[in-house]
């Protein structure tokens, strides 16, 4: 049997609601599925549009085999081009984020302008055709301050995502922010048991102290049942929707994205150990209300956020091998707040930096005894892992259907 055909089968015979079997989290064939069906495939969230301001900067990123370059253009355009020189393909920026009028090749100085555009090459000959050797470009949109990508020839359509998205991040200002703090930790386990342990919070009480300060354990807040008989979130929705901020619980039918604002524990406004602000400029003034909770975004498989009245704190989750996962965190200000006066790194950051390290262990201890040969899938709780349910759901449908595209003979 082919690998594929294996995958298919081992994905119709999983046990409903239990976790995969071993090879899922730990198999090289199988991670190599998930790249090319998934990573490569669909659109990711990769940066913001605040992390290159002004015509010319840019910042790199390597997802799996591809290195990428996201620069804005000479118009304001932000683009994501292939880092792959169209001579001999030496990447053509090295550094993760930087500043040029042109992008110059370091080998031979091909120069391309900032669109990609093949602008000199010395010496070439005279057949050689500039127009064929500008940098490959990548699908890339840019939504509410958030930057997504696409490696696929022809990207699924983004407008789903934009129609539920904008509405919910635009009033939150985003484009008017900074990175104040960012932090890159990897993680010793295979993508998804990263998201495993995000999309639950029955292990939050005994992980996360710093967060269960401010953030609420209960299963409507983080998972998807909806959250409509829950009189507290009801009351919040109703709170936030009078001063016009949507924010009723919305799940597209394919399961690929969620967004919902939260309440945070009575009377906390952000994630610090008090509670209180850590921000003193708020990201916004189009938001009037104070106690707005938590804007809860997902977008399966690259990036969950919270955005709050004070910052927003985005995740972006990038595999690096079948048992290692890269996840980078970033703070978001608004760009006038100044560091010292209007807020502390320390203060901004201290919850999710311990977290993010509560949750790496846990995704490590997790993934150290599913490699036991004595592993078998495990029931997830029904009342508190619905999220997590809904993820393998998601992952199991979608690797099915495309596999199953895949594996269509045209004969
Ligand atoms: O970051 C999150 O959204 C999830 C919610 C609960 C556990 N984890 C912190
Ligand atoms: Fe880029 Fe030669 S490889 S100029
Ligand atoms: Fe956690």
Redesign the pocket.
Known sequence: MDLRSDVLRKLKNRRPGHSLEQAFYTDPDLFKIDMEQIWYKDWLFIGHDCEIPKSGNYFTVQVGEYPVVIVRDRTGTVRALHNSCRHRGSRVCASAKGSSAKLVCPYHQWTYELDGTLLFARQMGEDFDKNQHGLKPIHCETIGGYIFICLAEHAMDFQPVRDMVSSYVTPHNLKDTKVAFESTIIEKGNWKLVWEN?R??YH?AAN?PE?CRT?PEAPTA?GVQGAKDDPVIAAHWEHCQSSGLPSEFKLDPSGQFRVARMPLIEGAESYTMSGARAVRRQLSDAVSQSHIGTL?LFHYPST?N?VLADHAIT?RVLPLGPELTQVTTKWLVHKDAVEGVDYTIEELTHVWTE?NDQ?RQIVEENAFGIRSPAYQPGPYSPEHEGGVMQFVEWYTNFMADRLKGATASPS
């Open positions: 995000n639950e919070c939050c996360h967060l953030y983080t809860l969950w919270h995740f977290t949750d």
